[in-house]
């Protein structure tokens, strides 16, 4: 990314008695268009800095765009390229196991694992007749801890709280 000074910038920095000089360089990483003599593929934007062009040139990549014969070469081998690609998809997805959750007795092998976690841990497990109806159980369960709130009312309440007691006492 190159950095660019407005022309305000500028006059401001020469304003202040800066002196603005561009860096060799520093313009951004340069880039090229290269291509595959032999097939006509393009590689568009690749670096050309001396590591990456020495690597280019040893692909025996060629440097500029591929000429239009060329192109037309690559373009009209690209159906070719897409059925090749997608027979070798089919043949990979047919070898391909199914997915763990598909196989027989995936269900049964994990229920077995959480109930001997469960064992393990002393949690409770639940029976069957519980889970039939867990909402209404819970239902019930709500109703009884809320009666139980509204059972006591005390009665025997002061006034006041007695370290507001003590405040007032310490003020006079």
Not at 8 to 27: N, V
Not at 95 to 122: D, H
Request: charged share 25%; glycine share 6%.
């Amino acid at each position: 990314m190159v950095i660019a000074l407005t022309d305000a910038e500028k006059a401001e920095l020469a304003s202040a008695g800066s002196l603005i000089r561009p860096l060799p360089g520093a313009d951004g990483a340069v880039s090229t268009a290269f291509h595959n003599p032999k097939t006509g593929q393009e590689f568009i934007n690749l670096p050309i800095d001396p590591y990456h062009l020495g690597r280019h040139l040893q692909r025996g990549l060629v440097m500029g765009p591929a000429s239009p014969e060329l192109r037309a070469k690559w373009e009209a081998g690209e159906a070719e390229r897409q059925a090749a690609n997608s027979t070798l998809m089919a043949e990979h997805l047919s070898k391909a196991p199914p997915p763990i959750e598909e196989s027989p007795r995936f269900n049964e092998a994990v229920a077995a694992a959480v109930t001997q976690v469960l064992e393990k841990l002393g949690v409770e497990i639940p029976s069957e007749e519980r889970q039939a109806h867990p909402q209404e159980e819970e239902a019930q369960e709500v109703e009884d801890h809320q009666l139980d709130f509204f059972r006591f009312v005390p009665t025997d309440v002061p006034e006041k709280p007695p370290y507001l007691k003590r405040v007032e006492n310490d003020a006079t």
